[in-house]
């Protein structure tokens, strides 16, 4: 059976106790922490956006497993050479630990700089330009040689990197599109399906192994990861009010890439209902549900799930989750 990661509620805690919970999370039994990378919350009531590259070094000295930045989009907030530069550190300071996810990106996060903010096509172009620069960068710095880049979206002037890792981190693309997948299995080293159901958890993982063959790469060789959203709490009651309260945007049926503040998502989140939840997110009381929801995705195909419950109820959840989800797994 496959791995289960934990994905830490950066955005509803504070940075310290986000990094005592991936510690915890750790002790629990989860293999692996993902840190998404967010300049905003969702809604004004979760109340934190940590910088993730810091975070990720705070809780890479408080676990063992690897980690990585869940998400992280260049080419907005950040040049491609920055997350570059701060993936090679963390991987060079934890060897064989960090691993690299990136996406296109969400107007929440990225418009905050006051630049152009382009409609999704270009978006992708833009990541999949992104994903080119920062892998010819890790591959010439780990060569000791410089690099030059001249594309259509970003510019590179000759340099390297001179903090490397022995091993480049890999690049995973994280994305919830069949096309963007089957992209990332030609260009990246594997995939975080990310804002999927079921059935399309399968499409965006045969989409991926199609590119990857096509890339004349292995796609039984490559990481193929999957970010899962859960309600758990001791009632089923209360994991229906905290996936109302916290997670309105599960239930919302429409493309959120272009939103761009959680004073604007709040209001829109008022015409969620909590049944408007029901079955687009495991929301469940029982361990069992939440087993069954984790096994059906490893058996998929999926090597590993990352599990963010949408809760502040963080180290309630580690401890169910480790005591009697976890080893139904094994």
Known sequence: MGRIGYVV??????????????????????????ATDLFQPWLPTLGEAPHV?????????????????GMAVPGY??????????????AALHPGRH??????????SEHVTGGYWPEAPERINRLFEAIDLIKRLFVASSAGRDVRYSGDHFQLETTRLWTMPECAPDVLVATGGPVTARRAGRSADGLL???????????????FRTGAREGGKDPDAMPTWLHLNVSWAPTDEEALAQAAAYYPIGAMRFARGDLRSPQLIEQIARLVRPEDLVGRLPISADPQVH???LRRYLELGYDRVF??????????FLQAYGERVLPALT
Request: proline share 2%.
């Open 9 to 34: 509620a950066s955005d509803r805690v504070r940075p310290r106790e986000a990094v005592d919970l991936a510690g915890l999370a750790e002790a629990a039994g989860f293999d692996g922490t993902l």
């Open 53 to 69: 590259w810091s975070l990720l070094g705070a809780l890479a000295e408080r676990t063992t497993t690897d980690f990585g930045a």
């Open 77 to 90: 907030r950040a040049h491609p050479a920055s997350i570059a530069q701060a993936s090679a550190t963390l």
């Open 99 to 108: 691993f690299l996810t990136v996406s296109a990106g969400e107007a929440l």
């Open 193 to 207: 399906a990310v804002g999927v159901s079921y059935h399309q958890a399968a499409l965006v993982l045969e989409r």
């Open 291 to 293: 087993a069954e929801e």
């Open 307 to 316: 599990v963010h419950n949408v809760g502040r109820n963080q180290a309630a």
